[in-house]
């Protein structure tokens, strides 16, 4: 199935699925404007990149997640990182300054509340800061732990040996199981917004 007949599959299938929720579909919206013409690869080619926040999505509402901040932040948790400047051209905001991230953050924050733009804040890779580190401090905030745990599994708990950068991501998500299972164990914040918890902390293992 072509890229575009996979998208259109997904729209008739996800608008049903978030039902009426204004807040959700402008989310998906975003994303999807956002995320438009970029691809992810995968051990059998390349697929939408709008594939993945949407599989995020789902696996939170899988582990029993309702929290509307945590769902929105997950439909957008690369938006920021990605393509800063179609947040801002989507949502019709006027910059305030050069730094394109920050002024992004602050389209969101306008459009869809300041937690859901400190969620994303902390979903967002900082330039300069290692991934683990800059993990290790986010997931203090149990919104952000629930989405970076959602955004892991689907980045690294099914990673096939036939993806053509098996072994960086390897290399990069493996460190992250201690991290995100001990911030899980000791969050009772996080325990409560994902009430499959025990399920999910079962589940960091990475593929030998």
């Not at 997904?10 to 995320?35: K, N, Q, S, T």
Request: charged letters at 25%.
């Amino acid at each position: 199935m072509s890229g575009h007949n996979r998208l259109r599959v997904v729209y008739e299938l996800v608008y049903p699925l978030i039902g009426d929720d204004e807040r959700l579909l402008d989310a998906f919206d975003l994303a999807d404007f956002a995320h438009s013409g970029q691809t992810r690869a995968t051990a059998t080619g390349r697929t939408p990149y709008l594939l993945h926040p949407l599989r995020v999505f789902f696996r939170l509402q899988s582990w029993g997640v309702t929290d509307k901040v945590t769902l929105i932040a997950a439909l957008l948790h690369d938006v920021v990182e990605d393509a800063p400047e179609k947040v801002i051209e989507h949502l019709g905001y006027t910059p305030q300054s050069d730094d394109i991230r920050h002024e992004a953050l602050m389209a969101i924050s306008l459009h869809f509340g300041p937690s859901v733009a400190t969620v994303l804040d902390g979903l967002t890779n900082r330039p300069g800061i290692p991934y683990v580190d800059h993990v290790t401090d986010a997931v203090t905030d149990p919104r952000v732990l629930a989405g970076k745990l959602a955004d892991f599994s689907d980045n690294a708990l099914n990673l096939d040996a036939a993806h053509p950068r098996y072994e960086k991501l390897l290399a990069k998500y493996a460190p992250l199981c201690p991290v995100l299972a001990d911030a899980l164990r000791d969050s009772e914040a996080a325990q409560a917004l994902i009430p499959l918890w025990r399920e999910v902390l079962a589940s960091l293992r990475l593929p030998a």
